[in-house]
């Protein structure tokens, strides 16, 4: 061990137990004990007040990364019910398995989930580790964060992958900071460097102006959150069965400090334009903010939902949550109608993987057409209240 307490000196303060940013320290007997977790950063040298710290050389401590193995995917469940960005995790966690040769596994958590555990299987993991406790039946980062540590802990994953949700980004920096390991959010593409094996995690970054690739040389699970929609969901096939582990899930009083005391759900005319079959997204061609009343006609129609370009976001017309493109959402519905949308490279790359495509566009030279399956050259003002009473009809 590098870091030595010289136990004479030392008073028991705990400041440099408060310091340490990998909980490395105990106050054993008021006497301060350094534990495996030291990494020989030299913080609580700096703090202690009596010199009772000495460090010896300032060589990190070099983990074993031989004993992390395999593939894990975080099964975000709500209300029993797993959230679609799972499976897409699953069958990219599946190529990432195959390409390191280790397993795919899910970890759950929840309440009376244990019936989900079938569906993961079904889709490519071949373990589920389960964690099914009434104090875990609402999602809070304690409750989450403190048994998927200990599973980390004892199981010991090379890779864990999280959805890029709400929870997702609440839960992974949580965990990364208590495993003291490297963290990449919100990434676009994963791959693993066929000379060293590591996942290298690319993510846009700067707005969106750079692509940066990162990879997490020392520590290990190597962690990433994974933005919906961009991955390709795991094929479906009822016949596999894997095994289920039960994770401890035991909870002293103050172990959850979050109490929810209500979720309120948006009402289904909000519909998330991820989950959206049919889309309908105005540009800056609807000329102002009000072109969107014509939209959500059209979407009420199909029962779809409104969506738009970063331009009618940046110009305050609509809110950044229906922003499809790079810097928004990535959408992959049924139909998306592009009205009055431009095709720029940047809304482009959130929604070429449509099934159907429709542009209306007054610019035939528009570059949303080289992409669009069906392209109308006209008026949107005019266009759009043709189709709504053709579709009356
Ligand atoms: C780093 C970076 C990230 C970005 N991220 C995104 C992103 O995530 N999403 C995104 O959308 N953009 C993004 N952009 C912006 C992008 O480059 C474009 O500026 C934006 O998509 C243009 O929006 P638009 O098509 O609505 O507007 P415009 O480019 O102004 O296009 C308006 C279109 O409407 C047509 N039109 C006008 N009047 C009518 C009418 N009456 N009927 C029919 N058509 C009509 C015009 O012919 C034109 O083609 C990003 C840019 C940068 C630099
Ligand atoms: S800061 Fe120094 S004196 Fe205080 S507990 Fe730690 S080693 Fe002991
Ligand atoms: S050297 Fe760093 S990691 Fe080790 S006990 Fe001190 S503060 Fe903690």
New binding site residues.
């Given amino acids: 061990m590098a870091i030595k307490v010289i136990e004479e000196k030392c008073v028991g303060c705990a400041k440099c137990q408060k310091s340490c940013p990998f909980d490395a320290i105990t106050i054993e007997d008021k006497i301060a004990v350094i534990g495996d977790a030291c990494t020989n950063c030299g913080t609580c040298v700096e703090v202690c007040p009596t010199d009772a710290i000495i460090q010896e050389g300032t060589e990190k401590v070099v983990k074993d990364l031989s004993m992390y193995k395999g593939v894990w995917v975080f099964a975000e469940q709500r209300e029993g019910k797993i959230m679609p960005v799972v499976f897409e995790l699953l069958g990219e966690g599946k190529k990432l398995a195959a390409e390191i040769g280790t397993e795919l596994c899910a970890i759950l958590c929840g309440s009376n989930v244990a019936g989900l555990a079938d569906e993961l299987f079904a889709y490519g993991a071949e373990k589920v580790y389960l964690a099914d406790a009434p104090e875990l039946e609402k999602y809070t980062t304690d409750g989450y964060s403190k048994v998927i540590n200990e599973a980390i802990g004892k199981y010991k994953p090379e890779i864990v992958l999280y959805g890029a949700t709400h929870i997702g980004r609440d839960l992974a920096p949580c965990l990364a900071v208590k495993v003291n390991t490297g963290l990449t959010a919100d990434c676009t593409k994963l791959e693993i460097d066929p000379d060293d094996k590591k996942i290298r995690q690319t993510r846009p970054a700067f707005?969106?102006?750079l692509m940066a690739t990162i990879v997490c040389p020392g520590s290990r699970p190597q962690m990433s959150t994974v933005r919906p929609g961009v991955m390709d969901k795991a094929v479906y096939d009822p016949t596999p069965k894997g095994e289920i582990i039960k994770l401890d899930a035991v909870f002293a009083e103050g172990d959850i400090r979050t109490k929810v005391l209500e979720i309120v759900k948006t009402t289904t005319e909000n519909i998330s334009i991820s989950d959206a079959d049919f889309i309908v997204a105005g540009?800056?061609?609807l000329?102002k903010p009000e072109g969107f009343e014509l939209l959500k006609q059209l979407a009420d129609k199909l029962g779809g939902t409104v969506a738009t370009?970063?331009?009618?976001v940046d110009a305050g017309w609509a809110d950044h949550a229906i922003?499809?493109?790079?810097?928004?959402t990535t959408v992959k519905p049924t139909i998306y109608f592009a009205?009055?949308?431009?095709?720029?490279?940047?809304?482009i790359?959130?929604m070429q993987d449509s099934d159907i495509i429709i542009a209306?566009?007054?610019?035939e030279n528009?570059p949303?057409f080289e992409v669009a399956d069906y392209g109308i050259v006209?008026?949107?003002?005019k266009v759009i209240p043709a189709i709504i009473e053709e579709l009356n009809k």
Avoid: E, P
Avoid at 323 to 328: M, P
Avoid at 339 to 347: K, L, N, P, V, Y
Avoid at 360 to 363: L, M, S, T
């Fill in positions: 707005g969106g102006n540009g800056m061609g000329g370009s970063r331009a009618c922003q499809v493109g790079q810097t928004g009205c009055g949308i431009s095709g720029a490279i940047q809304h790359a959130g209306i566009n007054k610019n528009a949303i006209g008026d949107l003002y």
